[in-house]
């Protein structure tokens, strides 16, 4: 069965950086589309960052941009978001994610914050 694990978040100050990881496991990981989600209390849940099957294509959010950035290794099924310049808005339960057909796959999800 699909697994991700996730990783890797904390309490951190603002201006610091943080790096997530994602273990998948229970699927050909090198196949697919690998996600970064977010989601801050009360708000919904937002796209991040996505990166293509073989890491030669990625996408982020507008917010994000120029501060993470999405990996991943095939050889060791994983997926990573580094964030750097965090910010308190960056402040969410990060979660990971992928479409393995029919349905959708999310981890438990790790926090972030960002705090003074």
């Known amino acids: 069965q699909v697994q991700l694990v996730e990783s890797g978040g904390g309490l951190v100050q603002p201006g610091e950086s943080l790096r997530l990881s994602c273990a998948a496991s229970?699927?050909?990981?090198?196949?697919?589309?690998m996600n970064w989600y977010r989601q801050a209390p009360g708000k919904e849940r937002e796209l991040v960052a996505s990166?293509?099957?073989?890491?030669?294509?990625?996408e982020y959010t507008d917010s994000v941009k120029g501060r993470f950035i999405i990996s991943r290794d095939n050889a060791k099924n994983r997926v990573y978001l580094e964030m750097t310049s965090l910010k308190p808005e960056d402040t969410a339960v990060y979660y990971c994610?992928?479409?393995?057909?029919?349905?959708?796959?999310w981890g438990q999800g790790t926090q972030v914050t960002v705090s003074s």
């Open positions: 990166i293509s099957s073989v890491g030669g294509t990625t």
């Open positions: 994610n992928t479409f393995v057909r029919p349905a959708n796959y």
């Open positions: 229970g699927f050909t990981f090198s196949n697919y589309v």
